[in-house]
């Protein structure tokens, strides 16, 4: 079709040079003036067809170029097939490979970052990395990169190298409640690399899981200049790094940032909640770290363990003012986020008992 464009375009510059020849023969002046026109026409007909030939060959060369592209496409603009899918799930451990095939098969085009962060990982590491990918929500499993999931992987498994406690924590506590990258419904952040050198040497120093928590729950939060203001922050369900930008956080926003610096060095911590208070005087976020059993603290307020200003309030919980702690991996309930309402893909378990008997 191009080719009879550009001839078409060339016949007619070619019969307009013909008209210029024909258009008048009586004298030997006008002959002489219709031969110089004559001359000037073949001339910019010649240049005309120049010009013409190079688009040709530039369009023809485009052309193939793209039919090319259209004949042997990437295989990754289409989701993973079932039986990569199943190729893929053979590397993680039996336990995870049902849930890993299911996780993938809802992935989408995405599936192929997925398995790349599966295959980037040590053999050693690869529960870690079925266990995140059986476990995360669906809008994680159509976005997270594979070198997002391999970082953090391979970040959390060097910490607990790193510290004097970290061969006695449990293989379900340090896959629940160290490696998950995220706790909440919060932006994902890639804060593991950033947190672990900030803080892994206070970490290291201390003697024990308490002693680096109770460390940590000053530095944190003076070392990055982040306070509690409830009207100034800009969000209530804020990311690590939206924290530090701002300043300013809730105590949910900053419950996340101390969970996430304490996951970073190797301390199990997960996020705890009340979405109103038996007294109806509004709800709180706090946080529970684990040294053998799980222990809460408000985060960036400087006081022992089980003793914080909410412990009456949070012992008069019930049935009907339940209290949930978060949980990556999956369960039968989701927690109660009372800035979001309606979501329901963070799992939870209700702790409500444990702070009931606080009272007694």
Not at 171 to 192: G, H, Q, S, V
Not at 193 to 208: C, G, L, N, P, V
Request: aromatic residues 12%; hydrophobic residues 40%.
């Amino acid at each position: 079709m191009l080719l009879r464009i550009l001839m078409l375009y060339g016949s007619e510059g070619i019969g307009h040079g013909g008209m210029v020849i024909m258009s008048g023969s009586v004298g030997i002046g006008e002959a002489h003036i219709n031969y110089k026109a004559y001359l000037s026409a073949r001339v910019s007909i010649r240049k005309g067809h120049l010009i013409l030939g190079g688009l040709f060959f530039i369009f023809l060369f485009l052309d193939v170029f793209a039919g090319a592209d259209q004949h042997i496409p990437d295989k990754r603009t289409f989701r993973p097939s079932l039986t990569e899918i199943k190729n893929i799930s053979r590397l993680v451990p039996v336990e995870y490979q049902n849930d890993v095939i299911s996780a993938l098969r809802k992935s989408g085009r995405n599936g192929w970052e997925l398995m790349d962060a599966i295959k980037d990982v040590t053999l050693q590491q690869r529960e870690g990395a079925a266990f995140l990918i059986a476990n995360m929500p669906g809008r994680d499993l159509v976005a997270l990169r594979a070198s997002f999931l391999s970082e953090n992987t391979r970040l959390a498994y060097q910490a607990m190298d790193e510290i004097p406690w970290g061969h006695d924590i449990p293989k379900d506590i340090f896959l629940n409640d160290i490696l998950p990258y995220a706790t909440l419904n919060e932006r994902r952040d890639m804060w593991r690399d950033d947190f672990h050198q900030r803080f892994i040497k206070i970490a290291r120093e201390s003697k024990t899981i308490d002693e680096a928590v109770k460390a940590l729950n000053i530095y944190v939060f003076s070392t990055l200049q982040v306070s509690y203001n409830a009207t100034k922050r800009p969000k209530p369900d804020q990311s690590p790094y939206d924290s530090t930008q701002a300043h300013y956080a809730s105590c949910t926003g900053l419950s996340i940032l101390l969970t996430d610096a304490l996951r970073s060095v190797g301390i199990p911590a997960r996020i705890a909640a009340i979405a109103m208070w038996p007294d109806e005087s509004g709800n709180h976020t706090w946080v529970e770290i684990w040294d053998g059993q799980w222990h809460y603290i408000g985060a960036s307020e400087p006081t022992p363990f089980d003793h914080t200003w909410f412990t009456i309030k949070a012992s008069q919980a019930n049935e009907h003012y339940p209290i949930y702690a978060s949980s990556f991996k999956k369960t039968n309930q989701s927690f109660p986020m009372r800035w979001a309402p309606d979501l329901k893909f963070v799992p939870a378990v209700d702790v409500t008992q444990k702070y009931a008997r606080l009272q007694k």
